[in-house]
């Protein structure tokens, strides 16, 4: 999937002028991206539009107008798009309350390594690109992970007929969900992009 650059990022009051539609179709394109696993767990299957939305809003924001600060964030956002035969999602643990997170967070370290997507009989295993950002991973782990996925050639061919499950292994914490038609569609043209 090509990598977004400086080109593809409007000025502040360009972004202003096509922000409601683009805005209201990104919402649209993650309704179908945003898989459910288990009752705290949800993933969200990034692309370079969304990335480009994240990049957009974040401009927007905090008022960055010049090349280098685009730059930065360029930098770090394409390392959420999906290379060739990839997909890429950010795992968020949806907890609000303290107690909870107290509960959970030491409980689920390393639950990056127990997520995986099942297709056609054959499993991807997500990898954290950058497992230098986890910090105290060993006591506790963070409520955001990004995750990649790699696939095989058949892998790709057999995402758009599924079945295709995401699963979670991790010893404190199984689920698993199988994806719909509409959202396999949905993420699985990413292969193509």
């Known amino acids: 999937m090509k990598k977004l650059t400086n080109r593809d990022i409007k000025d502040l009051r360009e972004y202003e002028r096509e922000r409601d539609a683009f805005r209201a179709e990104i919402i649209g394109m993650k309704k179908k991206r945003r898989i459910h696993v288990g009752d705290i767990i949800t993933m969200v299957f990034e692309n370079a539009a969304t990335m480009r939305f994240q990049i957009q809003e974040m401009a927007r924001v905090e008022r960055l107008i010049r090349d280098e600060q685009i730059e930065h964030e360029l ?13 890429s ?5 949806e907890i609000n309350e303290d107690d909870a ?6 409980r689920l370290t390393a639950i990056q390594d127990h997520v995986h ?4 009989g054959e499993r991807s295993t ?8 986890l910090t105290r991973e060993d006591d506790m782990t963070t409520t955001v992970h990004y995750l990649k996925f790699d696939f095989t050639d058949a892998q790709r061919a057999a995402f758009a007929g599924g079945p295709v499950a995401i699963v979670i292994d991790h010893p404190q914490y199984q689920e698993s ?6 959202q396999r569609d949905e993420i699985g043209g990413d292969f193509a992009a």
């Open 177 to 182: 969900t199988e994806l719909t038609a509409e």
């Open 89 to 93: 999602s950010t795992l968020f643990i």
């Open 101 to 106: 997170l107290r509960h959970w967070l030491p």
């Open 117 to 120: 997507i099942d297709v056609a």
């Open 126 to 133: 997500g990898r954290e690109p950058d497992a230098d950002r």
């Open 75 to 87: 930098a770090t956002y394409n390392e959420l798009i999906p290379d060739d035969g990839q997909l």
